[in-house]
């Protein structure tokens, strides 16, 4: 048989099956009284609370912001370290008390892409190693 010729074959069987396979139900009606609005879903148990789901986008923003800043204000030291390596000390120290291991130095001055700030990362590396 033809391959043109088995596929209509299939097309009017999946037809057919698909048209008449709910002829005759037997489902239940359910009470009216059961039907909630659209904007009490929105809400916990009718309370004004709003449902975690909707918190926990908004934090997700606030913390792609604060990553953002914090890496922004790492390449603006980092900068500034290049052009007068005389500030790296108080830099280092800074980013020390901060608690910045070097996997998030490594991140935050995007060493694995570019070796632009590769001296001041070693640097860190050497001050931490200091402590």
């Known amino acids: 048989m033809r391959l043109s010729f088995m596929l209509a074959v299939m097309t009017a069987i999946t037809y057919f099956v698909a048209c008449t396979a709910a002829a005759d139900s037997d489902v239940t009606m359910d009470s009216p009284d059961l039907v909630r609005s659209l904007d009490a879903t929105k809400y916990i148990d009718g309370a004004r609370r709003k449902l975690l789901r909707g918190h926990k986008d908004s934090e997700t923003e606030e913390r792609g912001l604060t990553d953002w800043m914090e890496k922004s204000n790492v ?24 608690g910045y ?10 060493i694995e892409k570019k070796d ?16």
């Open 101 to 110: 291991t070097l996997d998030k130095m490594k991140k935050l001055l995007d």
């Open 75 to 98: 390449k603006k030291l980092a900068k500034e370290i290049l052009k007068d390596y005389t500030k790296g000390d108080a830099a280092y120290t800074e980013w020390a008390q901060k």
């Open 116 to 131: 632009k700030y590769l001296s001041v990362y070693n640097d860190y590396v050497s001050h931490l190693y200091q402590l």
